[in-house]
């Protein structure tokens, strides 16, 4: 049987009880289909073990006896109509709930003891019975059959309250897990665990280590984590696992996002963290009040979750979407911050559109992160389209080796054209945006790869148009931006830039009028001795120029260097009240400029001397998140302008090679371009 004939077996069950009385409601046949399903597939289950205890010369005692048993009681074509009705919910249903002597048995008592929902008519009820009965499991190669039928219940209930929530195809589960890599003796976490795919699939990961009876009640009842506020998610998710092998699966009923993350104990944390967390939802103020960073944005909500329940040394994998790489607003950019300064970011996988049928505009990323120490630098790798399209689809699904590429980049270091790495200091000039594009795109000409370029021209368009609207949700907002009191400068600057005297300057650099650092491109003086070293921290300015913005800030080792022995250098003392990155957007906007001229000395040409630097006074940021969250902002605009001139030109050109390439033609990569 394939997966489509089990979906189709799936829909006319559920047409037949959407026609029942107790049943129309969406949520109510999912709920009595589930139990149904679940029995079924745990009775197949018992036979293969019968039938392995045989061949052994053993006996195994099933779990349901007797009468019980699906194949007694759901092929006995005498029992019907209202006895059928009767037999379920007064005799069945109660022996159930009351199974005990084991920690399988009692965990399937508490699912049962949830269960209510029965159908009216006894004959309907047959007929289903009879449809779900006619699924062979056994001929089924998925072993993630139930999450399949779950994905196909939710397709038909996607008016009936299961906002955000979407199936995770398999090819991406198991590569995250293959890649996270949990083992036995670890405690693995599913904040929203729906059908539990990614525990079923930790758990099929890690099963042959379980070699002692110690393994195995580790395995069963203290490795698998995972909560889901959904009641029927919820219920499918622990089937799944206990139909796994995981006979006490911890799973809890609970909306995640009501838990206080700001003081999580460390008992309540996680080695292993894999997840999709339902993305584009709104939570309510008091939800918000739970989280350092508050926002409406459930996707970054459940980022802080993962953040606050992962242990020390602990990984985590999860879904997310690429609003969380550049939005701009306070809570987006502090999270950022937090999560590259607090945790180990080590890769970041960009999947293409469709990926994810259900939300087939989406565009989504796999990002891997560590608790233990920050980020150095995180390796991209783009998962390439489909052959000759622009996306994938529910008919044309992402295939399992199209990820081995990125396994092995992330994992090994194993390069291929599709990958790329960038460093911390890189990611922090730009604003903490980690919005970063695959850039060998560009050395593609054929025409899939123009059809590419013109989605990513419209992507960039479309994250340009949401940073704009954030600024000007920022303009008409100031207020969210408050400023302090003036202060000088004073003794908050110290005066930096040793001369070099009898050492050779390596490498000279210049200051730009638009504020940048840039490679000296003159000729530096025969007497060397007064040039001033320029170091990581450090601004500088030229005394002449500096009113027309003609200073800098030195943030990284790569940009140090020597300066002209005119040029002022200083930097920031330890506790000032603004961070240096506020300091130079204060020093280059008009305010900024005019405190610059009016402490300028000289008849001719002013000049601003170290002591006029003092002298300046600056408004002390009310809030320094906030205005951190708004400099990071304008860094991210400026950083996608300069790239859209670029990339709108080399749309252009690969259009142009594909229109006049022949038809279907497609043309390699050139090799000096690979990684």
């Known amino acids: 049987m394939t997966l489509f004939e089990l979906q189709a077996k799936i829909k006319s069950a559920s047409d037949k009880m959407r026609a029942d009385d107790n049943t129309k409601n969406a949520l109510k046949y999912l709920e009595q289909l589930t ?7 745990l009775d197949s289950m018992e036979e293969t073990k019968e039938m392995v205890a045989r061949i052994d010369g053993a006996t195994y ?8 048993r699906w194949k007694t009681w759901a ?3 005498k029992l019907t109509g209202d006895e059928l009705i009767e037999f379920v919910t007064d005799d069945l249903l109660p022996y159930l709930r009351g199974l005990r002597g084991s920690a399988r048995a009692e965990r399937i008592a508490a699912i049962f003891g949830e269960i209510r929902t ?4 006894g004959y309907s009820l047959k007929e289903v019975i009879a449809i779900v009965d006619s699924i062979d499991f056994h ?4 072993h993630h059959a139930m999450s399949v039928i779950y994905e196909s219940l939710l397709a038909q209930t996607a008016d009936a309250g299961w906002s955000g929530e979407f199936y995770t195809p398999r090819p991406v589960v198991e590569s995250m897990v293959r890649i996270i890599d949990p083992t036995l003796g670890e405690r693995i976490y599913d904040p929203c665990c729906g059908s539990a795919g990614f525990l079923v699939a ?3 990961h890690v099963a042959s280590a379980t070699k002692t009876v110690e393994d195995k009640e580790r395995f069963n009842s203290a490795t698998f984590f995972g909560q889901e506020s959904g009641e029927i998610a919820a219920l499918v998710g622990t089937m799944n696992l206990i139909l796994h092998g995981v006979e006490d699966p911890q799973v809890v009923r609970r909306n995640t996002l009501e838990q206080d993350t700001r003081n999580v104990n460390p008992s309540d944390q996680f080695d292993v963290i894999l997840t999709n967390p339902p993305f584009g939802g709104t939570e309510n103020p008091q939800v918000q009040q739970n989280f350092p960073s508050r926002s409406a944005a459930t996707e970054l909500l459940f980022l802080q979750h993962c953040m606050a329940k992962l242990r020390d040394g602990g990984r985590a994998a999860i879904v997310l979407p690429d609003g969380i790489l550049y939005r701009t607003e306070t809570a987006f950019s502090t999270v950022r911050r937090r999560l590259l300064n ?4 080590t890769a970041i996988v960009r999947l293409p559109t469709g990926v994810f049928p259900t939300a087939a505009d989406t565009r989504t990323n796999l990002i891997f992160f560590s608790k233990a120490g920050r980020t150095q630098t995180i390796r991209y790798y783009q998962v390439p389209n489909p052959p000759g399209k622009r996306s994938y689809s ?5 295939p399992v080796e199209v990820l081995t590429g990125a396994e092995r980049w992330v994992v090994h270091g194993v390069a291929d054209e599709y990958s790329w790495e960038v460093d911390y200091d890189t990611i922090i000039d730009n604003g903490y945006d980690l919005d970063i594009p695959w850039p060998n795109a560009a050395f593609s000409s054929d025409a899939a790869s123009a059809g590419a370029r013109i989605e990513e021209l419209r992507n960039r368009l479309a994250t340009l148009t949401e940073l704009t609207d954030a600024l000007a949700k920022a303009h008409e907002s100031l207020e969210s931006y408050p400023l302090g009191e003036n202060i000088k400068i004073g003794d908050w600057a110290v005066e930096a830039g040793a001369r070099a005297g009898s050492r050779t300057p390596d490498r000279y650099v210049g200051v730009s009028n638009e504020g940048g650092l840039t490679p000296f491109k003159g000729t530096p003086a025969k007497d060397t001795s007064r040039y001033r070293e320029l170091r990581p921290g450090d601004f500088v300015y030229n005394p002449m120029r500096v009113n027309v913005g003609s200073i800098a800030l030195c943030r990284r080792e790569e940009e140090a260097g020597w300066v002209s022995p005119d040029y002022v250098v200083f930097r920031l003392a330890e506790g000032a009240p603004f961070s240096d990155e506020y300091l130079l957007m204060y020093l280059k906007s008009e305010q900024g400029k005019a405190e610059i001229v009016r402490e300028s000395r000289g008849a001719v040409r002013r000049r601003l001397y170290f002591d006029g630097v003092r002298k300046i006074n600056v408004p002390v940021p009310g809030d320094t998140e906030s205005w951190s969250a708004l400099i990071a902002s304008f860094a991210a605009v400026r950083r996608h302008l300069r790239e859209l001139p670029a990339t709108a030109l080399t749309t252009l050109a690969a259009f142009e090679a594909a229109a006049f390439s022949p038809r279907g033609a497609v043309t390699d990569t050139p090799a000096e371009v690979m990684v």
Do not use: D
């Open 35 to 41: 139990w149904l399903l679940f029995l079924k597939v």
């Open 61 to 68: 005692r099933p779990l349901i006896a007797g009468k019980y």
């Open 75 to 77: 092929r006995n074509n």
């Open 118 to 121: 029965v159908m009216k008519s």
């Open 139 to 142: 001929a089924l190669n998925n």
């Open 202 to 204: 930790s758990a099929e």
């Open 342 to 345: 607090e945790f180990n970011v």
């Open 394 to 398: 529910k008919t044309n699904p992402l």
